[in-house]
């Protein structure tokens, strides 16, 4: 919530349309990260959560694995990192493909995080790692109906392919319903 800064303090004896402008009619519970001269600032917008040196993060993602636990995933400048929300932060081992200058997407469904720049696609499901050689190599990556979708592809940007149903591997497509789909918008 952005907030003004209430340079005229707190009016609580008139109507609400007769306070002026930047001041509070009332407050109740608010807690300030600083407060100069009786001012509230508002917030910058982040936090230190663990220490992975001077690195840039260039992304975030919340996964759920199979046995409940949560994850923060995050990639910083050329290496991915997860966490389980104790302040701890520890490197995602077996996926290549980093890049300082790619972006990378990500996308979570079938007890897997999958993460793909356009180079590579792998997948982790809170204890392993893998490459996915199969999946066509987009820059956007979306989860829906129990299927990976990926687009963006270099030079057919209209194009959406699905993986097969409950398979993220599977990408031969096929004349069954749940076989991979390749679509042309």
């Known amino acids: ?3 003004p800064l209430f340079t005229e303090g707190l009016h609580s004896r008139y109507s609400e349309n007769a306070i002026p402008d930047n001041s509070l009619s009332e407050a109740l519970n608010v807690v300030l990260d600083e407060d100069v ?3 509230p600032v508002v917030r910058r917008g982040y936090s230190q959560y663990c220490d992975i040196g001077s690195q840039n993060i260039r992304g975030t993602w919340i996964f759920d694995d199979t046995s ?3 994850y923060i ?3 910083a400048s050329a290496q991915f990192y997860q966490s389980s929300g104790d302040g701890t932060c520890t490197a995602i081992t077996g996926a290549s493909g980093y890049s300082s200058t790619a972006e990378w997407d990500c996308a979570t469904g079938l007890g897997r995080i999958a993460c793909l720049n356009g180079v590579t696609v792998w997948d982790w499901d809170g204890t ?3 490459t996915v050689t199969a999946a066509p ?3 956007m990556i979306e989860f ?3 299927r990976f979708w990926i687009s963006g592809f270099s030079g057919g940007r209209t194009r959406v392919r699905a993986s097969g149903e409950l398979d993220i591997t599977d990408w031969t497509t096929g004349s069954q319903s749940t076989s991979p789909a390749n679509i042309d918008i």
């Open 68 to 70: 409940g636990t949560r």
């Open 37 to 39: 001269d009786g001012v």
């Open 73 to 75: 995933v995050f990639v």
């Open 128 to 130: 392993s790692t893998r």
């Open 137 to 139: 190599l987009g820059t």
């Open 1 to 3: 919530l952005n907030l």
């Open 144 to 146: 829906w109906r129990n």
